[in-house]
């Protein structure tokens, strides 16, 4: 692997180039011409214009990334996550114009986007699932007759989804029909395809997922959990690892399960495995995400590899350098993503002009970004400014950190989700440990957040009366 084009933008496509030149090999990225001064275009090596803003006319438009690739004689491609990271389509163009795809092979991608193929995979390997049809319910009797067996509360999902779209909670009988119309309209909207399954509802469910390395020599491992269900709406908010509730016993069974459902599909490369916790701390497979996640780097902190390198040693069939007893955990890593959105606002996207940008520095603090002070954020694209991560050897340590780095991390010009962070850190649920996907809706309100920075006002004030006062006192010597 010579030269690799990364086909993507913002913080992901700096991330990937940071450790392609760690390894030697020549970057291309390519942009929109929204992203002409974005910094991954000056990062790397060479750049090439694939078209207008929308994503559907550059950073989701097959033939023009196979172009940039062609004219610039890249001879791999990594799609980082988004876009076309887990497009079965693009992986197979990618292999047949003889370029190497930095992930799955298309077919494992195909399938594991298929939430009901993947289901079928798995049921081979004795994972546990959640109960639920075999496969997809058209006769809208032969549904509901599937969830009386099942029992109420059940859970209505498209087969084509993932990320909570085309989804129903149905609580009773009665309610049924109309909420599979709704399910099946959504699914036929968002993914053009209106199969949709029947599952038993976990309520109050921990999101916990586990990364996994699969190279061409079959070797499969995995790098332990990340703990991910600080969300808003099917938006990940914080996540850290490992998870406070895992025990060890508990935690090699999820690894183990996640390295079946990796063998299942002939899985190459990174991959993470998405389980539901139910708070009997029983665990159920979701889906398989084929892609590099967003929250990557806090498995990065608590292995010490770097996800990227190994992605990409094993796109060059090489063989994994390391055995499952070797790898440990070591400390704690949590994760913040920060939005250009106001939490004071329904967390209404905020765009406008970085007018002032300057992340925090300093030992265990790392900070994944795409922008840079004076910049406009872009309307097009994801909202995501950029991810503040910190480690400790205790998580106390890193949830600490975590607060200071928020409170030095200065922006102005747009609104940003960093003030909710810090609600979340110093929340008392949050730091005990004791929280599952619904914590955002039951703890958050706005109004926590103008207390907080009511009382950051008023405390702000008092030093400012403070000084004032010693001033005048100073003042006042000479005088008496
Ligand atoms: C579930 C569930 C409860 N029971 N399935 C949400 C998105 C999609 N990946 C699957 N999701 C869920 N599936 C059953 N049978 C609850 C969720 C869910 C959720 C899962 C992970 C992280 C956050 C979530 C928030 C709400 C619901």
Redesign the pocket.
């Known amino acids: 692997m010579k030269k690799i084009l990364i086909a993507n933008r913002g913080e992901i496509a700096i991330r990937v180039m940071q450790t392609a030149k760690k390894m030697g090999i020549k970057t291309v990225a390519v942009y929109s011409t929204a992203d002409r001064n974005s910094p991954h275009v000056r990062f790397a090596d060479e750049a090439v214009c694939i078209g207008e803003p929308a994503s559907s006319l550059s950073y989701l438009s097959i033939p023009k990334i196979i172009e940039a690739a062609n004219i610039t004689g890249a001879n791999a491609i990594h799609p980082g996550y988004g876009f076309l990271s887990e497009n079965a389509n693009f992986a197979k163009a990618v292999e047949e114009n003889k370029l190497i795809f930095v992930g799955p092979k298309a077919e494992t991608i195909k399938m594991m986007g298929d939430k009901l193929a993947a289901k079928a995979a798995v049921s081979h390997y004795n994972i546990p699932m ?1 109960p ?1 049809t075999d496969g997809a319910v058209k006769d809208v009797r032969v549904a509901k007759q599937r969830a009386v067996e099942i029992g109420y509360p ?2 209505i ?1 498209a087969a084509a ?4 779209k085309g ?1 129903r909670i149905v609580e009773r009988e009665s309610d049924f029909e109309l909420q599979m119309e709704r399910a099946v309209s959504e699914a036929t909207t968002a993914f053009g395809d209106g199969a949709v399954f029947v ?5 109050s ?1 921990r ?1 916990i997922e586990i990364q996994i390395l699969a190279d061409s020599h079959g070797n499969v491992l995995h790098l332990f959990e990340r703990e ?2 600080i ?1 808003r709406r ?1 938006q ?1 908010v914080i996540e850290e690892a490992p998870s406070v509730v895992l025990t060890p016993e508990l935690r090699s069974q999820m690894g183990e399960a996640a390295v079946k459902v990796a063998r299942s599909c002939n899985y190459l490369g990174a991959g993470t495995v ?1 389980f ?1 916790l139910d708070a009997e701390k029983n665990f ?1 497979f ?2 398989m995400n084929t892609r590099l996640q967003v929250e990557h780097p806090v498995t990065e902190f608590i292995t010490g590899l770097d996800l990227v390198e190994q992605q990409i040693r094993i796109a060059r069939d090489e063989a994994l350098t390391f055995s499952q007893a070797d790898l440990k955990i070591s400390g704690h890593a949590i994760e913040l993503r920060i939005y250009a959105e106001n939490p004071l606002n329904n967390f209404l996207p905020s765009i406008g002009n970085l007018q002032r940008y300057q992340p925090p520095k300093g030992l265990n603090i790392r900070v994944d970004d795409g922008f840079e002070q004076g910049m406009d954020v872009p309307i097009y694209y994801d909202p995501m400014l950029s991810k503040l991560i910190t480690y400790g050897s205790t998580r106390a340590e890193a949830i600490r950190l975590m607060i200071s780095a928020i409170e030095s991390f200065e922006v102005e010009g747009v609104s940003t989700t960093l003030p909710f962070g810090k609600f979340v850190c110093n929340h008392d649920a949050f730091i005990s440990g004791n929280f599952d ?2 914590f955002v809706e039951k703890y958050y309100k706005p109004e926590l957040l103008k207390k907080s920075e009511n009382e950051e006002a008023k405390l702000a004030a008092l030093v400012g009366l403070k000084i004032y006062l010693d001033d005048q006192k100073i003042l006042s010597v000479p005088a008496l």
Do not use: D, I
């Open positions: 959640v639920g059940v859970l999902k989804g993932g990320g909570g989804m599952e038993k509802y976990v309520a469910p999101h991910c269900s969300q099917h990940k998405e539901l159920y979701l889906e996907t619904n």
